[in-house]
């Protein structure tokens, strides 16, 4: 994955009193280094992760992660792994150690399977799950009370194969059939150029506009029923 410098003209900043004595100076500038990503643009799923870990961190930037789950899983990961460690290590002769191999496998195959439903019922297509805005998490300046202060929020995104869009899905963890949710799809192309550059703060903006839909009790789902 390539890397692009971009240089941006910055000027220096100068007092108010002085802004008519310098009006027709030249202006001092000094040169901004921006990294760019490059990603080949027919790995579907490079692009896919960058655009997902994109997504996370403009969420981020408001909302605290929730790791529960995650830690749910690791532990159930961990728990079979220390079973397959015992049938595989333990001091003890063939075949006297059947039982002890029978029951390991059983518990690791039971733990993987928890460890899949998981996967396939409950993560479905999410990439983060947030925590409620609490007051040290809350961004400085945000003084009216918002629906996030009292509500965690599940992110989903979707890429479909050979498809150019990619989608955005804000919802409520809790009961998202009724509440409210937003979504937002964008071709690939508003992100990437040609040579497959990608532009993370565009992307990050656009993502923290569906953020402020949401809090504002835009329901998606009526716009579609209505359609």
């Known amino acids: 994955m390539a890397k692009k410098k971009q240089k941006q003209p910055k ?18 500038v000094e040169d901004v280094e921006l990294e760019l990503l490059q990603v080949d643009l027919g790995d579907m799923i490079k692009m896919k992760q ?12 408001r909302l605290e992660e929730d790791h529960r789950l995650d830690n749910i899983k690791l532990s159930l990961m961990t728990a079979a792994c220390l079973f397959a460690m ?3 290590f333990a001091p003890v002769p063939f075949p006297d150690s059947r039982p002890i191999l029978g ?6 195959f039971f733990l993987s399977g928890i460890m899949q ?22 961004k400085s300046g945000d003084k009216k009370p918002s629906v996030l202060q009292s509500e965690k929020i599940r992110v ?9 869009f990619y989608t955005v899905i804000l919802e409520h963890q809790e009961e998202p059939d009724k509440k409210p949710h937003v979504e937002a799809k964008w071709s690939v192309g508003k992100f990437f150029d040609e040579e497959g550059f990608f532009d993370e703060v565009g992307l990050q903006k ?3 506009s569906l953020l402020t839909r949401l809090e504002k009790g835009d329901n998606d789902k009526e716009k579609k029923k209505t359609e």
């Open 156 to 164: 989903r995104t979707q890429f479909p194969r050979f498809s150019e």
């Open 103 to 108: 029951v390991c496998c059983c518990c690791y």
């Open 11 to 28: 000027a220096e900043a100068v007092p108010a009193s002085e802004n008519d004595e310098l009006e027709d100076d030249d202006e001092s």
């Open 50 to 61: 960058i655009l997902d870990e994109t997504v996370a961190a403009a969420i981020m930037e």
């Open 86 to 88: 015992v049938a595989q």
């Open 117 to 138: 439903l998981i996967t396939t019922f409950i993560d479905k297509d999410a990439i983060l799950l947030t925590k409620p805005i609490t007051e040290a998490t809350k």
């Open 206 to 208: 656009s993502v923290l």
